[in-house]
């Protein structure tokens, strides 16, 4: 594993937010036309990447390494909300919207819209079929978990979208082809294949029209934002990474865990604040820096997973 490659896919990432930074800077895309591509990307585009990942050859080692990273992700996540409960407490957090975001975001990586794109780069087709792994199970936490710190109470219409979520849905029937060895018919095969392929640049470009949101001149100041970064950036990806390499995880499998568990702050973090009716300033600073932190943060911590794995 290249750190020049990892630093180069990273970069091509960033350029592609810019150009939706920029878009939306001049107007071409508004809000609403960033919400509708938004919708497109969670509703048809993900889980056509997702059911594209499981088109390959049965083979049963990658069936358990399939299931293996559904533990993995669920034991990244519990972790994660161990470790963040305590630290962001009433007495450390007062406030109680900075201390539910500060939560949220260390836990909750924006896996989906930058994970899959960087799985695919550097890992190829295994990378997505283990990326959709982690995202049914981030997804399952994501609303359940992730939406009862914003609401603060169980909804059950909440754990039924957890559960019919068009990408966890896309998982359920690709494994079922998969582990059946069914191939979808070519026309369909290539729709979706075409559909996946939008993945990347579109999913870059409406990150990048999200950081528009907040004036840079007071992006970078106040200190509880870099605290939530620092957390999701370098704390649970490098506890994540030392745990996993502890118990014997290697190759691929450590890389596929590695690399959405280090993204930055979900875009969630601003969506379910605006569900709930709070203020989006926060949650919009802290998603911005965590992304533009990570064009350091994700390459240090992928160095590291090279350095000891050499």
Known sequence: MAILTICNQIIILFVLMAIGFFLSKKGIIDNN??????????????????????????????????????????????????????????????????????????????????????????????????????????????????????????????ILKAIINPNILASIIGLFLYCFSISLPRPLYLSVKYLAQMNTALSMIVIGTTMTQISFRKLFSGFSAWIGVLMRNMVIPLTSLLILYKVGVRGELLLSSLIPAACPVAGFAVIFSKFVGRDVVFPSKIMTLSTLSSLITMPVILGILNYITV
């Open 33 to 158: 036309g960033s919400g509708q591509m938004t919708t497109l990307l969670c509703y048809i585009v993900l889980p056509c990447t997702i059911l594209y990942s499981f088109q390959m050859e049965f083979r049963e080692d990658m069936l358990q390494n399939f299931l293996l990273m559904c533990l993995i992700t669920a034991g990244i996540h519990a972790a994660g909300i161990l470790i963040t409960f305590p630290l962001f407490n009433k007495k450390n957090v007062p406030d109680k919207e900075k201390r539910t975001v500060l939560r949220f975001s260390s836990v909750y990586s924006n896996c989906g819209f930058m994970g899959l794109p960087l799985l695919e780069a550097l890992v190829g087709q295994n990378g997505l079929f283990y990326g959709a792994a982690f995202n049914s199970i981030y997804g399952l936490f994501l609303w359940t978990h992730g939406l009862l710190l914003f609401s603060g109470k169980a909804d059950k219409k909440a």
